[in-house]
């Protein structure tokens, strides 16, 4: 398991995108925390809060865009290029699909931490309940992806679904939060968006929620033809 997770670890940064996203990351750390104070009187934050809204921000709509271009064929890419029934006669099917998580859920934890230690350093303050209800969502994002590349064979129609997931989550995550109609109120439990406006632990519902999803395509891979 941890062999194929280290061997996802470093595919993924190998990739052109990877590094444009981690740039990405970075450079909006950096000038969010540098920008801290006037956003924070724009915005209504405290300072803590204003130096992580950009990485926040990014996380939240367009996280999972980012997972789903780097991950999306994870596990159909295997199977597509018949590499997968190599990978079977060496470790069990639950090994190669936690591996994948394993190296996948790293990529993102040294992203993410990279990121939170320049605020930091800028900022000279730490958040690690942020930290940690940002990466629990990237958790849940990264069980989605490789849900569906369990899911769906052809790692063109993961990519496709993934971006209309990318769109869809967002926009109806926000609309749960913000919406008073008891008919459909109480779907913002489900709604992982919901918790990121708790300032307690109650983000590791969403952690429950991966595990959900990453129990399910194990079961699945469990039963698929490779």
């Known amino acids: 398991m941890f062999a194929i997770g280290k061997r996802e670890f470093f595919q993924l940064f190998k990739g052109v995108k990877a590094i444009l996203i981690i740039i990405l990351f970075l450079v909006t750390a950096y000038y969010s925390a540098k920008f801290a104070g006037p ?3 724009i915005a209504e934050l405290s300072t803590k809060e204003a130096s992580v809204a950009g990485v926040m921000f990014l996380i939240m709509f367009f996280g999972q865009l980012f997972v789903t ?3 999306h064929d994870s596990i159909n890419r295997e199977v597509h290029e018949r590499t997968m029934r190599f990978l079977v006669t060496k470790t069990s099917r ?8 394993f190296g996948i859920w790293i990529f993102w934890f040294v992203s993410l931490f990279t990121s939170f230690l320049i605020i930091s350093i800028i900022t000279k ?13 990237l958790t849940l994002q990264i069980a989605f992806v490789l849900c ?8 063109s129609v993961t990519m496709f679904f993934g971006m209309i997931g990318s769109i869809i989550f967002p926009i109806l995550g926000g609309w749960l939060v913000l919406t008073t109609n008891p008919a ?3 779907l913002k439990y489900v709604n992982p968006y919901y ?5 307690d632990y109650t983000f590791v519902v969403v952690l429950l929620f991966a ?12 039963r698929r033809e490779c």
């Open 39 to 41: 956003l924070a009187s």
């Open 69 to 71: 271009s780097l991950s």
């Open 94 to 101: 639950s090994s190669i699909l936690y591996g994948k998580f």
């Open 125 to 137: 303050k730490i958040n690690i309940l942020i930290f940690t209800q940002t990466m629990s969502l």
């Open 148 to 155: 569906l590349s369990v899911l769906i064979p052809k790692p």
């Open 184 to 186: 459909i109120s109480w």
């Open 195 to 199: 918790y990121f406006d708790k300032k």
């Open 211 to 222: 595990g959900i999803l990453i129990y399910l395509a194990n079961l699945v891979f469990k």
